[in-house]
């Protein structure tokens, strides 16, 4: 069983940068694909990036390429997300999660939650 806990959120303007981090319990993180996700007010929960148990692979949403920068430090047992120009649409409560295989987008598969850190980008 993974523990996930997100931290690094805040208020930021429009431009700026935040730096994400989900700290996971347990001493099997390295053996987890992870992604993170986020959920505006009144919107569906969407895919962000994931990255695999290594590193050596790792996806974005479109709407983050060239912006975001996802990755994992298995020492630390630590997954995150380098947040750059950020614009008034990236604001959500931002959730990381854990999946036993490479899962991509595909929430479903994505076992263990996080309970989100707010991210909000004013104009």
């Known amino acids: 069983q993974v523990q996930l806990v997100e931290s690094g959120g805040g208020l930021v303007q429009a431009g700026g940068s935040l730096r994400l981090s989900c700290a996971a319990s347990?001493?099997?993180?390295?053996?987890?694909?992870m992604g993170w996700f986020r959920q505006a007010p009144g919107k569906e929960r969407e895919f962000v990036a994931c990255?695999?148990?290594?590193?050596?692979?790792?996806d974005y949403a479109d709407s983050v390429k060239g912006r975001f920068t996802i990755s994992r430090d298995n020492a630390k047992n630590t997954m995150y997300l380098q947040m750059n120009s950020l614009k008034p649409e990236d604001t959500a409560i931002y959730y990381c999660?854990?999946?036993?295989?490479?899962?991509?987008?595909?929430?479903?598969?994505?076992?263990?939650w996080g309970q989100g850190t707010q991210v909000t980008v004013s104009r």
């Open positions: 999660a854990a999946s036993s295989g490479y899962s991509g987008s595909d929430y479903s598969r994505y076992r263990y």
């Open positions: 990255i695999s148990w290594s590193g050596g692979r790792k």
């Open positions: 347990g001493r099997t993180f390295s053996s987890y694909a």
